[in-house]
């Protein structure tokens, strides 16, 4: 079955940039919507963004205009990149698939699969 | 942003109980509303989609209702492997979670 897995620099330093990757396995990035979703320590879940197998993207309006995500088809994994980062960028971040179910004739978005999650510290 | 008010924030319950956590948003989604499982150190886990469809896999003693603004989760009986954090998750637009209801042992 598809498993998904992060893998990235585990520290990064005050304004630079992070950048994450997850590898697809057991399957392929050439359909559904794949998406970025983070967890700062104590806190809730926060989505990041997603990418469509078409290569459009959709991302959270506060983080916008520092995030980029990106897919590499023919190697079956998708990529993460936040600029400016600072220590509240500090949590666990986990990829995911969100292969769009249907539900009667309509498709209802859902993150089914997920990473096991990276810890990406922030600091200097 | 649509806006996710999960509640409680937490709850103690003993193995075999019936817990209910209710999910509220501040614009009508229709069915767009999904409930996760995470426990520590874990992926979260698709419980329910579309709000009231069980995820293959998942045990039937986990249910959703509602649409429009409110939603419900509820666990019919209590099982041991069951105390996580619970999560809402609207998908209308711009997909935000709920702050999570961390369901604990009484």
């Known amino acids: 079955q598809v498993q998904l897995q992060e893998s990235g620099p585990g520290l990064v330093k005050p304004s630079e940039t992070l950048s994450l990757t997850c590898t697809v396995s057991g399957g392929s990035i050439s359909s559904d919507s794949w998406g970025w979703i983070r967890q700062p320590p104590g806190k809730g879940l926060e989505w990041i963004g997603y990418i469509h197998y078409s290569g459009s993207t959709n991302y959270n309006p506060s983080l916008k205009s520092r995030v980029t995500i990106s897919e590499d088809t023919f190697k079956k994994h998708f990529s993460l990149k936040l600029s400016s980062v600072t220590a509240a960028d500090t949590a666990v971040y986990y990829c995911a698939r969100d292969p769009g179910i249907a539900v009667a004739g309509t498709s209802y978005g859902a993150f089914d699969i997920w990473g096991q999650g990276t810890m990406v510290t922030v600091s200097s | 942003d649509i806006q996710m008010t999960q509640s409680p924030s937490s709850l103690s319950a003993s193995v075999g109980d019936r817990v209910t956590i209710t999910c509220r948003t501040s614009?009508?989604?229709?069915?767009?509303l999904n409930w996760y499982q995470h426990k520590p150190g874990k992926a979260p886990k698709l419980l329910i989609y579309?709000?009231?469809s069980l995820q293959s896999g998942v045990p039937s003693r986990f249910s959703g209702s509602g649409s429009g603004t409110d939603f419900t989760l509820t666990i019919s009986s209590l099982q041991p492997e069951d105390f996580a954090t619970y999560y809402c998750q609207q998908s209308y637009i711009n997909p935000t979670f709920g702050q999570g209801t961390k369901v604990e042992i009484k």
């Open positions: 614009q009508s989604i229709s069915s767009y």
């Open positions: 579309a709000a009231s």
